[in-house]
């Protein structure tokens, strides 16, 4: 059966064929669409992986690692940051270990397409000392998720699966395999092993450095990593191409199209295969490290003390920053290409903007009013459809840094006097990382407003539930809120006048208040309308 | 057979229906077919463009090189100028003529037409009053499709198939409706072949 799938729905399809139990994630571009693929699945009868969207990362990957411990399959998803989120739980859910297959998704952005930073998530993979799996293309997506939840169970590890977005949100076709059926509820009936008190942690830690070797031998004898010459002359000293994961088919698409005598090694896998790297190495005068994302493999092959003959971003032959392309390969591979046309001038940019009829708009308008009566005042924001604010013509938030900051750095810029304290956080936002935020200012009693602008979905990732639509009242009435400083108004132009004066009231207010703006998502009531 | 193509316009004017329709017609004749989207942030009002490469042989690289795209099939005038580094010299712009004035600095209208025409090969096409005509002011894209047939090296009776197919789901209507979209762009392209003839 072939499908023309994107990357992230060929993992999904890999992960459903490899019988997986259950997806756990929080939206991410570009991780989101795997978690929808599946979710679209489980409409039809008879279907049993539970896959609602958790309200973090960490939330998702604790309850994956639950679902593992009962002895069931299960997938979490998210972007690169979404891991920065959930760190705590990935780095002690490799000195646990798993039971049943686990397989953590991270879809990293390099050259910040929709992201905050470009982290490559293969220095986490390293960190925690698990395999970490690097698919070149869409049909490798899918088997290597197959593979990973086998590699899971076979090292009891936790397996990360590392895309970015040129491939998750790349379409190609794909093969499927036979599907396999879920593992049976069995709970791990191990007692050490899931107890991290440190005596326990020492020898599972112990157990974990044991494991590397193994884990090292299996990238040795991987069917994912290969050598590969496209000419079949015998020559030497020809360059070599240390390619990792996408990389590979930057140089491959430049060394077909010119027939370079170049050989290409195919990396997919880490810890990195460490005779077939050095063989490599060895047979070659010349070699460029290809990695999309940091120069994580460069910086560990030159060493220290910077071994010359091996180029890639450190020494400039590749940009230090952003997303690889065939463009930069050739470049590098020293094929001289002609000049391509400029952009004429009179091209200009076109960024994204908050949709007409966005209740974002009429906050922001309403927000605008009221601050201008403040010299030199500040909104502390984060991220959402909402952060589309920080540009003209609105220009009504100015910060934006991880999901919730908005709540804890007004709260902290309001401990360090500054009034009026504001900040504009999301619904999903807020049930994401803003509510603890709210509690800290709570029970310091700093004076803050937080206006939740809430459009009943998480918006700016498509449109997905958001975890408290419907109880944010009720939320900071019980985080201890007081009841007649939580305000709710409707974002609307006929209600302007009256939105002024209730942001007034409360910005003028010495203790923490809460204003819930709340009117749906323009673009997510049309989608309604339409299944209807 | 190797095409690439880069398919353009703004956030919400249907560039990935498009793609989608050439990716079916592409499929059942067995190429190979690697498509890159724009998903995110950008789709909010913003510039996007999906790479389309069509294959007998392995595709590498999601992305196409520079200099390479065969086609630069857009939506919106301006649109079709910004991925210009990526068109090969015998490549084609087909556009829409009508503009998305969603920013405050767009260029003059007449002046980003002109620059196509002093850019490559090209089809201007009033999209608008042909998606009207077909039965739909949405289906301008389909129209583009249509006009940009020709250049896609396969053969309008698989592409109309592929619309068949694409929109099957929909009902008959709108699969006709946009079978009729897609042949009033296609006239607007043949028309052009023979007054140059
Ligand atoms: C840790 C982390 N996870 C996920 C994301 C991706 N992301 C950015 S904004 C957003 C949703 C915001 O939803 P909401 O706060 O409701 O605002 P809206 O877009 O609806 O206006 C998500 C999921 C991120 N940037 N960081
Ligand atoms: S998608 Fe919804 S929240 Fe985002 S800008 Fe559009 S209307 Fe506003």
Redesign the pocket.
Known sequence: MTKLLLGAEAIAQGALDAGISGVYA????PS?EITEFIQRAQRDPGKTVRSAWST??KTALEAALGMSYAGKRSLVC??H??L??AADPFMNASITGVHGGLTIVVADDPSMH???NEQDSRVYGKFAMIPVLEPANQQEAYEMTRYAFELSEKSRLPVMLRVPTRLSHSRSTVQRGEPRGQNPLNPSTEKGQWILLPANARGNYQRLLDKQEELVALSESSPFNWVKRWSNEETNNITGVIAFGIAYNYAMEVIRAYHLPVEVLKISTYPLPKNLVNRFIEKHNTLLIAEEGYPVCEELLKGYRGDNALRGRLDGTLPRTGELSPGLLAKALGVETSEPNAVPAIVKGRPPMLCQGCG?RDLFHALNEVMAAYPNYRVFG??????LGALPPFNAIHTCV??GAAITMAKGAADAGMRPAVCV??????T??GITGLLDAVNDRSPLTVII???E?????G??D?AGTGRFHDICRGIGVAEKHIRTLVPLKRNHEENVKVLREELEYEGVSVIIAQRE?VQTAKRKRKKA | MNKNIIIAGVGGQGILTIAAIIDLAAMKLGLHVKQAEVHGMSQRGGAVESHLRLSSEEIFSDLIPLGKADLILSIEPMEALRYLPFLAPDGVIVAATEPIENIGNYPDREKVLETIRQSAQHLLVEAEPLAREAGSARAGNVVMLGAASPYLGISAGQMEGAIARFFGRKGDEVVEMNINAFRLGRAQAIKKDETNQ
């Open positions: 929080y939206p991410g571009t989101t973090n990362e998210m972007k940051v979404g920065n989120v929709s992201s905050q974002h984060d991220i959402g459809c909402y952060t991880d999901m956080i999301g619904d999903s936002t807020f994401h990382s602008s809430d459009n979905t998480t918006a700016m990732t449109g997905q958001s998502c």
